[in-house]
Every structure is written in C-alpha cells, then in structure tokens.
C-alpha cells in the first residue's frame, strides 16, 4: 500500500490549506486512514482520521472546529481541509492506513500499517 500526501505549504496564520492523501493501485474502502504531524525534537502525534467505508471521524481537540478530514472526490483519496492556522500547526503532516484498527488504536501512531512521505506546513505569525 503507496500512500502520497500533498498539499503542504507556506501560509500565513488564519489562512487555509487543503492537504490530500492519495492511495495507489486501490481504494481505502475498509480502511481507517489518519493524518498525525511531527515537529523538530516533538513525538508524532494524532491530528484526524476517518473510517473511509462508514464516514466516521476524529480529532484531536487541538484541531476541533478548524481541521476536517473527509473522502475525497476519488475512492482513493482522503482530504483534510484546515482552516484558521495557527503558527502552533507548523509541522510536517503525514497520512497513514490500517484496515484493522479498533477504536482506542485510532489514535496511535504504531497501529498503523502504512505510511505516506510528510508533506510540511508552516504557518507565519
């Protein structure tokens, strides 16, 4: 499973970024795919996911109410919208799928199979 995430970029804090991840050679019907991000000497850490058969999302309550994770236009993709940025999201964000994941897993980042390259985001003051 190739996963690729894109999206990233240099924006300015309460500006928007759309971040993509795309799987090749399938879809992710059955699986949980999940977006953490990592900063410089900080442990990865759970930003969204999204049970991509059944809709079902979570967040991270640092990102309730700015960030939302949905399918994407294709079976294969899933995007996390991110609104009013704050220099604290500065990160690189990666996406990540399982297809067997239980719910107190979702938010692990070793419960998950596999991994995308990070894609960075960083928000000026």
């Known amino acids: 499973v190739q996963l690729q995430a894109s999206g990233g970029g240099l924006v300015q804090a309460g500006d928007s970024l759309r971040l993509s991840c795309a799987v090749s050679g399938r879809t992710f019907r059955g699986y949980t795919v999940g977006w953490f991000r990592q900063s410089p000497g900080k442990e990865r850490e759970f930003v969204a996911a999204i049970k991509w058969t059944y809709r079902t999302t979570y967040y991270a309550d640092s990102v309730k109410g700015r960030f939302t994770i949905s399918k994407g236009d294709a079976e294969n993709t899933v995007v996390l919208q991110m609104n009013s940025l704050k220099p604290e999201d500065t990160a690189a964000y990666y996406c990540?799928?399982?297809?067997?994941?239980?719910?107190?897993?979702?938010?692990?980042?070793?419960?998950?199979?596999?991994w995308g390259q990070g894609t960075q985001v960083t928000v000026s003051s």
């Open positions: 990540a799928a399982d297809q067997h994941l239980i719910l107190s897993s979702i938010m692990t980042p070793d419960q998950y199979d596999h």
